[in-house]
C-alpha cells in the first residue's frame, strides 16, 4: 500500500474543512488545553450521531477558511477567535444540548506547578491524615493549624488558589498531600458560530423569561421619559389616557359636567352613606362563617376534655 504524502493529506484535510462548513451551519469554537487523547476519544463518543470534531492546525483551518469566503463571506468573522490551542465542534442540533454534553466529559485532574488555575481552589477546615512533622509546611504557606489526637487540623477555610494564576509548588505539593484534585479539564467553548453570527456562550443561558422582563424594563423607561417630556409615544399612550381620564373625573366631582362613566363617582359623592350599606351585609355574612370555623375547632379539645376526665395515670 501507497503512503499518503503530505500535499495529498493536507488537500483532503482542506477539503473536510470545507464540507463540515457546508453541511453544518452551526459549530463551537472549543478550548482544548490538559485534554488527553483517551478523554478526547471518549468525548467523541458521546457525540458521535450528534456533532463532528475537528481539531488541527490553526494555520491550515485560517487558510481552509480564507480559501472559502467567497462561498460564505460570514466565515471571517470566525478567524479573529482561531488561536491558542483550539477545535472546531459542528453540529446541526441544539446549542445548549451539545454544550451540555461538552461539559459532561470533563475530568477531574490534580494541581500541577505553573499551570494555570481554571477556578479558584478553597481548602475547607477539616482534620487530615497527616503527623505533626508536616506543621513546618503549613506555616510555610501561612495556614493556621492545630494538632488534634496525633493529626494536624487546618482551623479555617483558606483561599489556596486564586482563578487565572498560576499554581504554586507549594501549593500544588499540598493539594497532593491532601489527595485533592481541584481542577477539571474538558473542551471549553469558547465562542459560538450559529448562520452567520459568533457571540459569546454565555448568551446560550438567556431564557425566554431574561429577555421578556429586559423588553419590559425597556418599555417602563421609554414611557417614563415619554411621560417626563411630553412626547406621546405607544409606550407612553396608554398612560397619557388613563391621566386624561383621572383629570376629567376630577373636574367632573368639582362641576356639574357628567358623562357615564362618571356617574357612580357623583353618587358616592352626594351621599356615602348608601355604598356603606352595601357593604354591611357582606362584612355581616362573614362574620357567622367565622363564628363557626371557631366552633369546629373548639369541638375537638372540648371531647379531649371529657375524655380525659375522671381518669388517673394508674386508673
Not at 468573522?77 to 461538552?102: A, M, S
Not at 459568533?198 to 429577555?211: G, M, Q, R, T, Y
Not at 358616592?268 to 357582606?282: H, M, N
Not at 362563617?289 to 369546629?296: F, N, Q
Amino acid at each position: 500500500m501507497v503512503k499518503e504524502g503530505r500535499s495529498e493529506w493536507k488537500s483532503r484535510y482542506f477539503e473536510r474543512i470545507k464540507s463540515l462548513i457546508d453541511e453544518f451551519p452551526k459549530c463551537f469554537i472549543v478550548g482544548a488545553d490538559n485534554v488527553g487523547s483517551s478523554q478526547m476519544q471518549k468525548i467523541r463518543m458521546s457525540l458521535r450521531g450528534h456533532a463532528v470534531i475537528l481539531m488541527g492546525k490553526n494555520t491550515m483551518i485560517k487558510k481552509a477558511i480564507r480559501e472559502h469566503l467567497e462561498t460564505n463571506p460570514n466565515l471571517e468573522k470566525l478567524l479573529p477567535h482561531i488561536f491558542e490551542n483550539v477545535g472546531f465542534v459542528f453540529t446541526k442540533e441544539d446549542l445548549i444540548f451539545i454544550r451540555d454534553k461538552l461539559l459532561e466529559n470533563k475530568v477531574a485532574a490534580p494541581a500541577k506547578a505553573g499551570a494555570i488555575a481554571p477556578c479558584d481552589v478553597t481548602l475547607p477546615a477539616q482534620i487530615t491524615n497527616l503527623g505533626p512533622e508536616k506543621t513546618s509546611f503549613f506555616q510555610a504557606l501561612q495556614i493556621p493549624t492545630k494538632i488534634t489526637r496525633g493529626t494536624i487540623e487546618i482551623v479555617n477555610d483558606i483561599h489556596l488558589i486564586k482563578k487565572d494564576e498560576k499554581v504554586g509548588a507549594s501549593e500544588a505539593t499540598l493539594c497532593n498531600m491532601l489527595n485533592i484534585s481541584p481542577f477539571s479539564y474538558g473542551l471549553v467553548v469558547k465562542q459560538v458560530y450559529d448562520s452567520g453570527s459568533v457571540f459569546n456562550p454565555s448568551i446560550l443561558d438567556i431564557k425566554p423569561e431574561d429577555l421578556r422582563a429586559k423588553f419590559m424594563d425597556g418599555v417602563k423607561r421609554i414611557a417614563a421619559v415619554s411621560l417626563q417630556i411630553g412626547y406621546p409615544t405607544v409606550a407612553s399612550a396608554p398612560h397619557s389616557i388613563a391621566n386624561g381620564f383621572k383629570n376629567l373625573l376630577a373636574i367632573a366631582a368639582v362641576t356639574d359636567i357628567e358623562f357615564e362613566q362618571c356617574k357612580s363617582l357623583k353618587e358616592y359623592l352626594k351621599d356615602p352613606s348608601k355604598f356603606a350599606v352595601a357593604a354591611a351585609p357582606a362584612a355581616t355574612s362573614a362574620a357567622p362563617a367565622a363564628k363557626e370555623a371557631a366552633k369546629e375547632k373548639e369541638q375537638p379539645k372540648e371531647e379531649s376534655e371529657d375524655e380525659d376526665m375522671g381518669f388517673g395515670l394508674f386508673d
